[in-house]
């Protein structure tokens, strides 16, 4: 029978280790529902495997393997845990603990255990250890409800400057709108009105003047008489064909003011008459007397003077 007992405690052992095969492994967990004292028995080769672990006294491939299967549970873990706080405690209180050879210590880890908590100096010793407990609880508890706090008041102000900026920007849409309803209705007031009839632009006027030279028999000077109106003048001169491949014309004020000059002009030849006509801004001949020099330009780009003449504008 003790045989039998070494052999089942031994799988029992090999099964809480996951080193016991797969069939082996199913037909002992129906032994399980099938006869409660196999459970009793497999939860005191437990609390024994797990006092040995705690205490040391595990092979180091069994430890290996109790690491790295049993402890891979939670609650395995936890029961783990609190074996090894009662250990340290067992070792801060030694007077506790039943001694060895007494009758008392005959039963299991966990039975010395149980006797142990009905004993006034471990009353006491819960006691104060529950009040530690309850005054870091409370410690925890109180910056816990400071940081929701900070939390809380960050969050509210975050808020109010979102409401703030949704607020101003709601004013800008209203502002956007009242504005684009003003200019709807401005343009509707512009459509509904007639009309209005508009004065015919005055046409830009020419004036044209033909230019005599410059001569000692001629005392008079000619005067151009420009209109308001007047956007150009042409000034047209009959000149003697010289052979030229084109004639350039410059202006200069008797006075003293900006020169005006032409570009090249090409003259136009009808019979025996030659005529050259240039344009010139009426802007750049403000009242005065002026001074005109004509130059024929040859094939080689040389310009030649060939007449003078002299003439007055003046305005109304």
Not at 215 to 235: F, G, S, Y
Not at 251 to 263: K, L, Y
Not at 284 to 310: R, T, V, W
């Amino acid at each position: 029978m003790g045989t039998e007992t070494n052999s089942q405690t031994g799988l029992m052992r090999r099964y809480l280790l996951g080193l016991l095969p797969e069939p082996e492994q199913v037909a002992l967990e129906e032994r399980f529902f099938e006869d409660g004292e196999i459970l009793s028995e497999m939860r005191a080769v437990e609390q024994d495997l797990v006092d040995a672990y705690v205490r040391g006294q595990l092979a180091p491939d069994e430890k290996s393997v109790f690491e790295s299967h049993y402890l891979s549970v939670q609650r395995h873990a936890e029961r783990v845990a609190l074996a090894r706080d009662l250990l340290r405690l067992a070792d801060a209180e030694p007077d506790l603990m039943p001694l060895r050879g007494s009758p008392e210590s005959h039963g299991t880890f966990w039975q010395k255990w149980l006797s142990l908590f009905q004993t006034p100096r471990f009353a006491m010793s819960a006691a104060l250890a529950m009040m530690v407990v309850l005054i870091v609880s409370g410690l925890l508890l109180f910056r816990e409800r400071a940081r929701w706090r900070q939390e809380l008041a960050k969050s509210q102000a975050e808020q109010a400057a979102q409401k703030e900026k949704l607020r101003a920007f709601e004013q800008e849409i209203a502002k956007g709108r009242a504005d684009a309803a003003q200019l709807a209705a401005e343009l509707e007031r512009l459509r509904q009105e007639p009309a209005r009839p508009t004065e015919p632009a005055a046409p830009a006027t020419i004036f044209s003047f033909l230019l005599l030279t410059t001569t000692r028999d001629r005392v008079e000077q000619q005067t151009l008489r420009l209109e308001p109106k007047t956007a150009q003048v042409r000034l047209q001169m009959k000149i003697r064909a010289g052979g030229y491949q084109s004639y350039r014309v410059r202006i200069d004020p008797v006075d003293g003011g900006n020169t005006w000059e032409s570009a090249a002009v090409r003259a136009q030849t009808a019979g025996i008459t030659t005529t050259l006509s240039v344009l010139v801004p009426a802007r750049n001949l403000p009242p005065g007397d002026y001074k005109l020099e004509l130059s024929g330009i040859d094939a080689n780009g040389a310009a030649e003077s060939i007449e003078n003449y002299s003439f007055r504008v003046s305005r109304p």
